[in-house]
């Protein structure tokens, strides 16, 4: 591997790790991106509407293990790349759609908490959003001819402040979201941080009365079970006029909604799904665009998936031109995930050993027939076309590795009990040529 190709440390690091232990890696997925071109080209189209001022939302629907929330990090990362805000969040029992005991409230603070932009791709980038904001419009002040170091220059920048939020007044909780923020510039320009904190924690949704949040911030009103979404659409607007692209809100573990025992929890929850979905495919949400992860029960169960609600099947389900062949439509709202073919399994086992190499400074004892072995010996397990995930192939495609690594005297065939010969185990040529003629010592990270 030459240099030029090498993994940065700290995201090979991670990238490693999350391999190793089954989970979806934050930082690194498009070292391991194989497969998927379709789907990104087709989710790219998506930010491109919104970086127009449209909106969008899809459902990317997968087994366990599939890749689904693989893809939406790996889409992630691609949407910070071009200047986009993200937030992304996981569903629980304790994180939904709507419910009581704050259940949507919660969701709507994780998504904040991992707000993030390319310079705070980590999260947190809440407070550096609105300080580049107040940045640009002093910089715009200053070009206009206004002393910085002059007594008006606040004032001079603070109209600019409200004329810009008096856009977001028109909005469901404009009026107060575009205060909160105007507090927050004179919590700047006072020096005040207790101010500025109290507006940070208004806007993560952190006051639970009225009376507070009127006592700290100068507003009656705060961020609830009710209304947080409403608040993510104002975030959308917001972020644009900061000068990013849009907001993309990724949701995953959709199918805890599909878990609620309670049939009026659960639709409470598929109803806010449902004016998700209608404000972003009807233009009433511009800027955002929201992708949901979730398993194929938690799409097509009639009794308790998204199904099962009238107003979404009538939305989502396939044409039947669509299920009458093998036929895959990207534009519409659901993208179900196909399963990776022989050639991009092989492909991503191919890379995902050139990273151990990098990784742990070593020459993996690994042949391409090595590979096509690995391949073959998995793929005749009893049910390995359906239960068989390229999560599972790769967390024990790293177990060899790492056998291999801590034991120089062991071959790869011991470690599989499989021995590469003819016979049951094709040739990595034959495999080559049997999958569209891909050539294992050509694939490069």
């Known amino acids: 591997m030459e240099n030029s190709t090498l993994v940065p440390k700290r995201i090979l690091e991670s990238l490693m790790s999350s391999l190793s232990a089954g989970v979806v890696p934050r930082l690194g997925a498009p070292y391991v991106a194989i497969g998927r071109d379709d789907e990104v080209n087709a989710l790219l189209r998506d930010l491109n509407a919104v970086a127009d001022g449209g909106s969008s939302m899809r459902f990317i629907i997968g087994n366990y293990g599939s890749g689904k929330s693989f893809l939406m990090q790996l889409m992630r990362g691609y949407a910070l ?7 992304d969040c996981d569903l629980s029992p304790e994180r939904r759609f709507s419910g009581g005991h704050g259940s949507g409230l919660a969701t709507y603070r994780e998504l904040i908490r991992n707000m993030a932009t390319k310079t705070s791709s980590d999260g947190g980038a809440l407070p550096v959003i609105i300080s580049k904001w107040l940045s640009s419009l002093q910089s715009e002040t200053a070009a206009e001819g206004a002393d910085p170091a002059s007594n008006d220059f606040p004032g001079l920048v603070g109209k600019k402040v ?6 977001l007044e028109g909005s469901v909780g404009g009026f107060d979201f575009a205060h909160v923020l105007s507090e927050y510039y004179r919590a700047v320009t006072t020096d005040s941080d207790a101010l500025r904190s109290d507006c940070l924690r208004w806007l993560r ?23 947080w979404y409403d608040y993510i659409k104002l975030w959308a607007q917001f972020v644009r006029l900061c000068g990013y692209k849009g907001l993309i809100v990724f949701i995953d ?11 009026v929890g659960r639709e409470n929850n598929y109803e806010k799904i449902l004016s998700m979905f209608n404000d972003t495919l009807q233009g009433r949400a511009k800027g955002l665009a929201i992708i949901l992860g979730g398993t194929p029960k938690f799409l097509e169960d009639t009794r308790r998936g998204l199904f099962s609600y009238e107003a979404l099947r009538s939305r989502l389900a396939d044409s039947r031109f669509m299920s009458s062949g093998n036929y895959t439509d990207l534009l519409g709202p ?23 190499r990098q990784y742990y400074g070593w020459e993996p004892r690994v042949t391409d027939e090595d590979m096509v072995s690995f391949y073959n010996e998995i793929s005749a397990r009893i049910g390995a076309d359906v239960r068989i995930t390229p999560r599972e192939i790769i967390r024990d495609y790293l177990s060899v590795l790492n056998i291999l690594l801590q034991n120089p005297e062991v071959s790869f065939s011991q470690v599989i009990g499989t021995a590469v010969s003819g016979g049951a185990c094709a040739t990595a040529a034959e495999m080559n040529r049997s999958n569209d003629g891909l050539d294992l010592e050509d694939i490069e990270i």
Do not use: F, P, Q, W
């Open 81 to 87: 790349e071009r200047g986009y805000v993200t937030c």
């Open 162 to 167: 409200y004329s810009v939020l008096s856009e």
């Open 205 to 227: 949704g952190e006051y639970t009365t009225r009376t507070e949040a009127r006592k700290d911030t100068g507003t009656g009103s705060i961020i609830d079970d009710d209304s």
């Open 253 to 263: 573990e959709c199918v805890n909604l599909y878990k609620i025992t309670n049939r």
């Open 334 to 356: 659901v993208i179900r995930l196909k399963k990776l073919s022989a050639n991009e399994t092989l492909a991503l086992i191919a890379r995902v050993t050139k990273l151990h």
